[in-house]
């Protein structure tokens, strides 16, 4: 869908790299970024593991690193 008929005035690409994104070798991760006073979980669509690599640390006491969900080592809690 053109996102023009949805109202949207400029569309840009936010990347790691320049290369084009395809289908085969992309690389979805999850990580978690400080957001003015929030923290939002934000999925990454990276070409390549080097991309990944690239990404910055997670938010202080989130996931520190990229990951592909699910079961995940959680950092402790405060009340743990």
Do not use: F
């Not at 390549?48 to 402790?76: F, M, N, W």
């Amino acid at each position: 869908m053109d996102p023009r008929r949805r109202g949207a005035t400029a569309i840009h690409n936010c990347s790691v790299c320049d290369r084009p994104l395809g289908q085969a070798g992309l690389h979805q991760m999850w990580i978690s970024l400080r957001v003015a006073t929030d923290v939002l979980p934000l999925l990454v669509n990276a070409c390549s593991v080097a991309c990944v690599a690239a990404l910055p640390r997670g938010a202080d006491e989130y996931i520190p690193t990229p990951h592909k969900g699910g079961r995940v080592d959680q950092p402790p809690s405060d009340w743990d």
